[in-house]
């Protein structure tokens, strides 16, 4: 099946830093991603997404960076607030009713 | 705004017993997504139905199966549990147009013991 997999497991910044979260995908084929964010005992919750005809798009606070060249995506948080502490998953799709989700990155803010 | 509403929330059951687990999707929302997550992993993609037909099909076990119905809720049945099958199962929906986001349930916990 396809991969999709994050470059670092666990990243703590500062209150009020940017935050920068990585994905890589292996499927070139893939054509519209999502980014999800996960706190404790709730599901994933949609940020922001992204169709492979776009390289930049930008929500409150937020940016997804699209590189389909080295297959790369990455999700910039601006002000890293406590609240935005969670876990961060990318998610891939390609064709038909199928998401695959990276392994996810665990976002520790420190006050 | 109305979610995917997901229950029970929380299930405790022994081994080689059955469940059930329901999901309703947002309204209007016609493709529902069962996944199954770990502790500590990547929500896995089990099945999807779209229109109250299979649509697609994953890493979903032969002792489960799952259904959608007239009204698009979802059911997944799970059978002969096993210890391994401990995990979260998010349903999640969306509308049928392409590239559309899944929104997702808070999940159901179920504990085989």
């Known amino acids: 099946g396809e991969s999709v997999g994050l470059h670092l497991p666990t990243l703590s910044v500062q209150e009020g830093d940017n935050s920068i979260i990585n994905c890589a995908y292996s499927?070139?084929?893939?054509?519209?991603f999502i980014w999800y964010k996960q706190e404790s005992g709730k599901g994933p919750q949609f940020i922001i997404d992204i169709r492979s005809n776009m390289d930049k798009r930008q929500g409150q606070r937020v940016t997804v960076l699209l590189n389909k060249t080295v297959k790369h995506l990455s999700l910039q948080i601006a002000a890293t607030q406590p609240g935005d502490s969670a876990v961060y998953f990318c998610?891939?799709?390609?064709?038909?009713?199928?998401?695959?989700f990276g392994t996810g990155t665990s976002l520790t803010v420190i006050p | 705004a109305a979610g995917v509403i997901q229950s029970p929330r929380h299930l405790i059951k022994e081994k080689r017993e059955t469940a059930t687990l329901k999901c309703y999707p947002i309204p209007r929302h016609d493709t529902v997504y069962w996944y199954q997550q770990g502790p500590g992993q990547d929500p896995q993609f089990l099945i999807s139905?779209?229109?109250?037909?299979?649509?697609d099909k994953g890493s979903i076990p032969d002792r489960f199966s799952a259904q959608q119905f007239s009204d698009y809720h979802s059911e997944l049945n799970m059978s002969s549990l096993e210890l391994g099958d401990s995990a979260l199962y998010f349903c999640a929906s969306s509308r049928s147009s392409y590239n559309s986001p899944l929104h997702f349930g808070n999940g159901t916990r179920l504990t085989v013991t």
């Open positions: 139905f779209y229109e109250k037909m299979q649509s």
């Open positions: 998610a891939e799709n390609n064709t038909g009713n199928q998401f695959y």
């Open positions: 499927n070139s084929a893939s054509d519209y």
